[in-house]
Structures are given as C-alpha cells and as structure tokens.
C-alpha cells in the first residue's frame, strides 16, 4: 500500500495544485525584490498612462530628486518596497540641443508639455514596458498583482489559524468531556452557523474598522465552525479507543490526553478542511475588498483590483478587472485541488 504522499502525488490535479499555490507563494514572498515597480504599495502613479494594454512601452525621463533617499537593504526591500531616487516622466519624444535635452511629455489625448532640462548626470531615459499594462492610476499592473498575492495569502493564512486555534481548542472540549461543556459550546456553533458568512464578516469589520489586519480577525472568526464541529466528532471517536482507555487508568489528565494521544490521530481530516478553508478565506477577502471593507487604498488587493476597473469590462481595457479575477480563480482551484488530493490521500483504503 503506498503512503499518502504518493497518493497525493499521483493525482495531477493535486500535484498542479500544490506547485501552483508554491510558485504564488514564492513570487509572495519576495514581493518587491522581482516587481518591476518597488515603491511601496506599488503606487508609482502616471496619470498620463492610465488604461494602457500588456506589453505597452515608453520611454521614461528619470531625473535624480534633490533630497537624499535612504537605500533600505535587502529583506527590508523585500518587506516593503523602496521609495525611489528619483522622478518619472513619460516621453513621446525628445532630442538634444547643446547642453539640454528638449522632450515632449507623453500625451493621453491632452495638449503635451514640452520640458527643456539641462543635459546632466543626475538624469538619464530609459526604454520601460509595463507587461501587463498600467491600472486607471497609470500603476504597473503587474506590479500591484503580485503585492495583491500577499493579501490574499497572508489573509487566508491567518484566518485559518485563527480558525484552526478557536476550532480545535472548542471542538475538543466538546467531544472529550461531553455533557453540558458539549451543548454550550454546540449551542455557540449553532448560533454562529445560523448566521450567513458575508453577513457576520461585514458586521465584524464594520466594529472592528475597516482595514487589512481587521479582515484577519473577521474572516477568522467566521470559519470556526467547521473546524470544531470536525474535530468534535473526531475526538467522540477516537476517545473511546484502548489506549485511550490506557492512559486515563495511567493516571493522566484530560490535557496530556487531549494534547498527545487524541489530536495527534486527527491531524489528517485538518489538514483537508485547512485547505479547503484556505480557498474559502481568499474567496471572502476578495469580495470584502470588492465592497471596499478590507485593505484600503494604495494597498492592493486582488478584489480591490476588480472594484476599480469593474466597469472596464465593457471598454477596450477588460484586462485590468480580468487578470484580478483569473489569478482569484487560479489560486481558489488550486486549493480545491490540494484538498480534494488530500481527501483521497487520507481516506482512500485501495
């Protein structure tokens, strides 16, 4: 019989799935170390270029700012961005006169500027392709995608701990010592089960404020039910096992029982309802950005994303609100996999 790794690794999907969710989490993690725009938030704005196709290019006119700007290293890069050296202008074109460069500021459909600065050291132009295109703010789409990959995981990560800590800490209780600990605790459930999800998350961002560390508490607050209902019939089950018949004539107490001979036996059916939570998580903040409850602007986000260019779908830039909602449907698919995978790698007996 092989274990549940190779189960899991013999379904494609799965397999898809698990690469999937890795390769997202890495492009997450180092974040503004491989984005093409590494200001913080992603929020180097030109109006001028708002709305513009994949792959557009123009040449840019960088010229040096006159206060001096701290170069952050690495890790703190990485963490959150570096606020640039120096100011962008988009060019139509230019040539040189003597000692100054005369361009002509790149138009959206108002009279261009024309700029006369003196050719020097501090300033240079460079060819740059936005290989997405720009957002309405003239914001490098790219850019602000994979920045909005951390919100949607960091989300969903500690939501699901959230869940996780409040699910398995109930759910246990419940189902080892029974009786009336059982029907308060199931009661609570039922009260909160009985109330739609979006519903309590909105009630619940609204108290708390609007904000991204808020949609943590709120979407983890939310899905604590599943995990405790699961775990309270797991630890039913398996409490009435030998050994752990055993170890209470040993003399240990309910915590040591709990703790090392119940929860570790139930690690498998948790790790199945996480993923599936995991995609549950990213499928509300979406649409709590989308209401505009959860991260607030500049941040970005995958839902925020869709709210502002929704109505470009209609227009020639339908892209700016599709390539949101695919990298949404992507990454929910790709959890859908990992636990259906999971399910079948520890449940199936063949």
């Known amino acids: 019989m092989h274990s549940w790794y190779h189960k899991f690794c013999s379904n494609r999907q799965a397999l898809f799935g698990a690469v999937f969710i890795a390769l997202v989490s890495i492009v997450a993690v180092l974040g503004y170390l491989i984005t093409p725009d590494a200001s913080p938030q992603a929020n180097v704005q030109q109006v001028n270029l708002a709305a513009k196709p994949p792959l557009f290019s123009v040449q840019m006119l960088r010229i040096k700012k006159n206060t001096e700007i701290p170069k952050r290293r690495w890790w703190t890069k990485m963490l959150y961005g570096q606020v640039y050296a120096y100011q962008e202008i988009p060019l139509s074109s230019m040539r040189y006169e003597g000692e100054y460069v005369v361009a002509t500021e790149y138009s959206n459909g108002s009279t261009p500027r024309i700029l006369t600065f003196h050719n020097s050291s ?18 490098d789409l790219l850019s602000r995608l994979i920045i909005g990959a951390r919100v949607s995981l960091a989300v969903g990560a ?27 605790i199931m009661w609570f459930c039922n009260v909160t089960w009985s109330i739609p999800t979006l519903l309590m998350v909105l009630a619940i961002t609204l108290a708390l404020g609007k904000g991204f560390w808020q949609v943590f508490v709120a979407v983890g607050l939310t899905m604590w039910v599943d995990v405790a209902r699961l775990v309270r019939g797991q630890v039913m ?41 995991f995609a549950s998580a990213i499928l509300v903040e979406a649409g709590l950005n989308f209401l505009g409850i959860g991260a607030q602007p500049p941040m970005p986000s995958w839902g ?47």
């Open 122 to 139: 501090v300033m240079k132009v460079v060819n740059k392709t936005y290989l997405l295109g720009t957002d309405k703010m003239g914001r």
């Open 158 to 184: 500690v939501a699901v701990a959230i869940a996780l800590l409040l699910g398995v800490l109930l759910g246990a209780l419940a189902g080892y010592f029974g009786g009336k600990t059982d029907r308060i």
């Open 237 to 277: 089950s398996i409490k009435q096992k030998e050994y752990i018949e055993a170890a209470r004539a040993l003399g240990y107490n309910h915590w040591r029982i709990i703790a090392k001979h119940i929860l570790p036996n139930i690690i498998a059916p948790l790790i199945v309802v996480t993923s599936a939570n």
């Open 304 to 350: 925020g994303m869709i709210k502002d260019h929704y109505v470009y779908i209609m227009l020639s830039a339908a892209h700016l609100a599709i390539v949101p909602g695919v990298a949404i449907v992507l990454i929910v698919l790709a959890f859908t996999f990992v636990g259906n995978g999971l399910r079948y790698a520890f449940g199936s007996k063949n």
